[in-house]
């Protein structure tokens, strides 16, 4: 007799394997011990009296259960499939193995001699714990010697069950929320800047690799319990000014468009440019309730587009083209007139000109056009 402990801490362990997959052969095997049953495995059957392939196993020989992918889970092969009621299939349900194909039919079988027996098995019982639309079976197998589960296994399995059914749907839901979020964070991996996806009190969900580079070197901008945080308190308490403002127009509460800040960095080099900016959800549906996005670029660590590349795109000339990459790495209209050589009011006029031809208004506009593109990717 198994006693209520026992039967919580199976039903504990299939919670935590929702969490952790890795955990699943443990508790496939904690209970495969309770039932006797040293064969125990979690099987998947197409709809339809299809193919069942073994999903997650204990117990079972390796090879064989290749074999079972590739032949012996067949419906023209597997007595079991062959012979199943169709209200066995109802989830929830708990049988003995010989309810679905009495033992004299499965000895006959090739399935038993050649996939069964060489495993020493040939009893248990059967538990569905799938949907009509997604069957999986949860498989018990046993030497015939044991004989088959007994009433106080079979109201085992039947406690059991419902929590094994929860934790497989749950571990679904989560590996797809965890393939979804390594999506969206490769996503922002292909922006040309830092963007770190944050709550309405600037503190980080979300970030590419950029933006944990910038936030390790903590020159400029950090992160600690109250959020992110600057070099300097005003600077700061204006980051999170402008973050929960752009959380209000991302919630349908305000209007404001957010804001841009330069951060001053200890070590001396030029200050980080941040743009604060609420974001469309629908697209990011960041677990934890992102609101804003705080766009990090680094003038000193900036590529700056060829200047073929810009002439091809938006026609520019030559000396425009190459005024376009000295302010894309970050430098000043003066800084551009000194590399270049060109007087600042020729350099002024060139600005001009490549404001026209690109369709911005600002240098800070033309600049989030330069460097990669930030708009696109978080539908600003």
Not at 131 to 146: I, M, Y
Not at 176 to 187: N, P, Q, T, W
């Amino acid at each position: 007799m198994v006693g209520s402990g026992r039967l919580l801490e199976l039903i504990g362990l299939a919670y935590e394997a929702a969490a952790d997959p890795a955990r699943w052969s443990e508790c496939l095997s904690a209970l495969s011990e309770v039932l006797r049953c040293p064969a125990i495995g979690v099987f998947s059957l197409e709809p339809g009296r299809a193919n069942s392939y073994a999903s997650m196993c204990v117990g079972h020989d390796p090879a064989l259960l290749a074999r079972f992918d590739a032949y012996y889970g067949r419906p023209d092969v597997n007595p079991y499939t062959q012979r199943a009621d169709p209200s066995m299939l109802t989830p929830g349900t708990v049988v003995r193995a010989e309810a679905v194909c009495p033992d004299r039919e499965l000895r006959r079988t090739e399935y038993f001699e050649d996939w069964l027996r060489p495993q020493g098995l040939g009893a248990g019982g059967f538990a569905f714990v799938g949907t009509p639309r997604q069957p999986v079976v949860l498989s018990f197998a046993r030497a015939p010697a044991r004989g088959h589960l007994d009433m106080q296994e079979l109201s085992l399995v039947r406690a059991l069950v419902p929590h094994v059914a929860r934790a497989l749907a749950l571990g679904e839901h989560l590996e797809r929320l965890a393939a979804e979020h390594d999506a969206r964070k490769a996503a922002l991996d292909r922006v040309g800047v830092g963007v770190i996806l944050v709550d309405s009190r600037a503190r980080p969900l979300l970030m590419n690799r950029r933006a944990q580079t910038l936030l390790d070197a903590c020159d400029g901008l950090g992160v600690g319990r109250g959020g992110l945080f600057t070099m300097r308190q005003e600077t700061t308490d204006t980051l999170h000014r402008l973050v929960a403002e752009a959380a209000d127009t991302t919630e349908g509460r305000g209007t404001a468009a957010g804001g841009a800040l330069t951060l001053p960095r200890p070590s001396g080099l030029r200050p980080l440019m941040a743009l604060i900016t609420p974001f469309a959800r629908e697209r990011w549906p960041v677990r934890g309730g992102a609101a804003a996005g705080v766009l990090v670029s680094d003038p000193e660590d900036v590529a700056p587009p060829p200047a073929e590349v810009l002439r091809r795109l938006w026609g520019l000339t030559a000396a425009e083209a190459a005024l376009a990459c000295q302010l894309a790495a970050g430098r000043s209209l003066e800084e551009a007139s000194q590399v270049l050589a060109v007087r600042l009011p020729t350099v002024r006029t060139q600005l001009a000109r490549v404001f026209a031809k690109t369709g911005t208004r600002r240098q800070a506009e033309l600049m989030r056009l330069l460097v990669g593109g930030i708009a696109p990717p978080l539908a600003l």
